[in-house]
């Protein structure tokens, strides 16, 4: 992808190395990333006369599926990835 922007060509390359029977979902917002189900496509002509193809989410209110599950997120380099917290030894009852 020389361009920018993805193109039609790119992304039907990448979905092409994708089983054809999974759904599709839509990652949005890097800063609070949530999944969506993709409902449509259209193509249109932008503001600049030029011309696009848009995809959209639906309007149902079951479009939003939830957070984006955090690995996603990191493959997407939206997150870093996160360790847990070293665990602190346990204290027993004796207060030592």
């Known amino acids: 992808m ?3 922007e ?14 054809r029977d999974l759904p599709v979902r839509f990652a949005m917002n890097p800063f609070f990333p949530m999944a ?10 932008d503001e600049t006369g030029r011309p696009v193809v848009y995809l959209a989410e639906g309007r149902d209110a079951d479009t939003q599926l939830g ?5 996603v997120a990191v493959e997407l380099a939206w ?3 996160v360790q847990a917290p070293p665990r602190r030894p346990r204290r027993t ?4």
């Open 2 to 4: 020389m361009d920018a």
């Open 6 to 19: 993805m193109t039609v060509g790119d992304l039907t390359d990448l979905l092409s190395a994708c089983n």
């Open 36 to 45: 969506h189900r993709l409902a449509q496509v259209v193509q249109a002509v």
């Open 67 to 71: 957070h984006l599950p955090p690995e």
């Open 79 to 81: 997150h870093s990835p």
């Open 93 to 96: 009852a004796g207060g030592n």
